[in-house]
């Protein structure tokens, strides 16, 4: 069973600091890794994407793999009280005989910007 | 909006009825997903389609029937359904490419059973 774990929170986090979330995953298998954005209500929002082992820096957010660890983390920097919002990873699942591309989701985590 | 459109948005059911989710990508994609959010559990996913044919049911009962007319075009059929299948229900699409795998979402169906 291939599993995606997240620490579900609240993680508070003051106003203009560094938020950092974390993930990790079962599948070594694995190659793609996404983090969603989720407000309340709304549908998950896709924010960040990262295949290859390091750093992947898109304006204020930071996707970092590392492939050895099966761990896969987002910071956020500059945070904001519009970032506050439920945080979901998620790990591509292969398929044999090539087939599908669906994703193993964690169960998010919740992230509250304090202002 | 992410150009994936869902209806109907909210739904009301009962247990012996028959309803039709739809969903429609204007995306140009090639692939399409449903999953289910149920509260307290992760994303799961129900039913992939990959250029109109479906590669994969994930052990979905099959009081869920899905069908995919074409590669813009995916609904779900529903009968007879538990209270327990109340959630929110989302549509997804992506391009059909080993390469990317980036899959976005739709508005979602919110679907309560009575």
């Known amino acids: 069973q291939k599993e995606v774990e997240q620490n579900s929170g609240p993680l508070s986090v003051p106003e203009g600091a560094i938020a950092s979330l974390n993930c990790t995953y079962s599948d070594r298998g694995s190659q793609s890794f996404f983090w969603y954005r989720q407000y309340s209500g709304k549908s998950p929002e896709l924010i960040m994407f990262i295949y290859s082992n390091g750093d992947k820096e898109d304006g204020r957010f930071t996707a970092q793999l590392n492939k050895a660890s099966q761990y896969v983390s987002l910071l956020i920097r500059d945070s904001q009280p519009s970032d506050s919002a439920t945080y979901l990873c998620a790990v591509n699942i292969e398929y044999s005989g090539g087939g599908a591309d669906g994703l193993t989701f964690g169960k998010g985590t919740h992230l509250i910007i304090q202002p | 909006e992410t150009g994936v459109t869902q209806t109907p948005r909210h739904l009301v059911m009962g247990m012996t009825n028959k309803k039709s989710l739809k969903c429609e990508q204007h995306?140009?994609?090639?692939?399409m997903y449903w999953y289910k959010q149920s509260a307290k559990k992760p994303l799961e996913l129900m039913f992939v389609y990959n250029f109109k044919e479906q590669t994969e049911n994930n052990s979905v009962p099959s009081r869920f029937s899905p069908e995919c007319p074409n590669s813009s075009h995916l609904f779900l059929h529903l009968h007879t359904l538990q209270p327990e299948d109340s959630a929110l229900y989302l549509c997804?699409?992506?391009?059909?490419?080993?390469?990317?795998?980036?899959?976005?979402f739709g508005p979602g169906t919110r679907l309560t059973v009575t």
């Open positions: 995306l140009g994609h090639n692939a």
């Open positions: 997804a699409s992506s391009v059909r490419d080993r390469s990317t795998y980036e899959q976005y």
